[in-house]
Antibody, heavy 127, light 111 residues
Framework: QVQLQESGPGLVKPSETLSLTCAVS??????????WGWIRQPPEKGLEWIGT???????NYNPSLKSRVSISVDTSNNQFSLRLSSVTAADTALYYCARRGGCYGGRCYSSDWFDPWGQGILVTVTS | QSVLTQPPSVSGTPGQRVTISCTGTSSGIGAGYDVHWYQQLPGTAPKLLIY???NRPSGVPDRFSGSKSGTSASLAITGLQAEDEADYYCQSSDSSLSGSVFGGGTRLTVL
């Protein structure tokens, strides 16, 4: 069973770069079936999709964050990473990594879903 | 403001049936994109509840069901239980954003 685990600093200073890593276990990140994504949740707010990466390195980002976001993949260590630059207090959130897929039982759907999710890591932007 | 619109809150008593709506756009749900639902229990990560509009992953009780029509989707919970008290999110894709979109979330309170 695939499991994901986020890691990284819990505190980041304003204007600096947030860096997180998601370790994948129980399955290969280089599977052709899945993408890998980052989602965040500010305190007491809803979920926001940040971006997604395929094992080849192909990425897709939320337009609202695109100028500050970079997601990379490390297939040799079965992990992928998030970098968010020029952070402000508005970037304080729980950051989740998740596997994204859109096929099950021989059928593929027109939009993908996220399953499973990591437990999340709280990142606070503060001086 | 989310591309997918959900009511902020719904409530019901044990045993009751409740529904949560998710209204999208013509470039999203209305364009034929499938809708998925997540349950987030307090202090935990979201868990996939419904995929592909109306399919339950293994282990999800059949009290939970989903539907989609036009530019909207709905999650129904029958035989409401105290353990169902959680936040529920819909998710789909939107061609105007070229990516995934989430609803703003609905807090279900079991009275």
């Amino acid at each position: 069973q695939v499991q994901l685990q986020e890691s990284g600093p819990g505190l980041v200073k304003p204007s600096e770069t947030l860096s997180l890593t998601c370790a994948v276990s129980g399955g290969a990140i280089s599977s052709s079936t899945y993408y890998w994504g980052w989602i965040r949740q500010p305190p007491e707010k809803g979920l926001e999709w940040i971006g997604t990466i395929y094992y080849t390195g192909s990425t897709n980002y939320n337009p609202s964050l695109k100028s500050r976001v970079s997601i990379s993949v490390d297939t040799s260590n079965n992990q992928f990473s998030l970098r968010l630059s020029s952070v402000t207090a508005a970037d304080t959130a729980l950051y989740y990594c998740a596997r994204r897929g859109g096929c099950y039982g021989g059928r593929c759907y027109s939009s993908d879903w996220f399953d499973p999710w990591g437990q999340g890591i709280l990142v606070t932007v503060t001086s | 403001q989310s591309v997918l619109t959900q009511p902020p809150s719904v409530s019901g008593t044990p045993g009751q049936r409740v529904t949560i709506s998710c209204t999208g756009t013509s470039s999203g749900i209305g364009a034929g994109y499938d809708v998925h639902w997540y349950q987030q229990l307090p202090g935990t990560a979201p868990k996939l509840l419904i995929y592909g509009n109306n399919n339950r992953p293994s282990g999800v009780p059949d009290r939970f069901s989903g539907s989609k029509s036009g530019t909207s989707a709905s999650l129904a919970i029958t035989g409401l239980q105290a353990e169902d008290e959680a936040d529920y999110y819909c998710q789909s894709s939107d061609s105007s954003l070229s990516g995934s979109v989430f609803g703003g979330g609905t807090r279900l309170t079991v009275l």
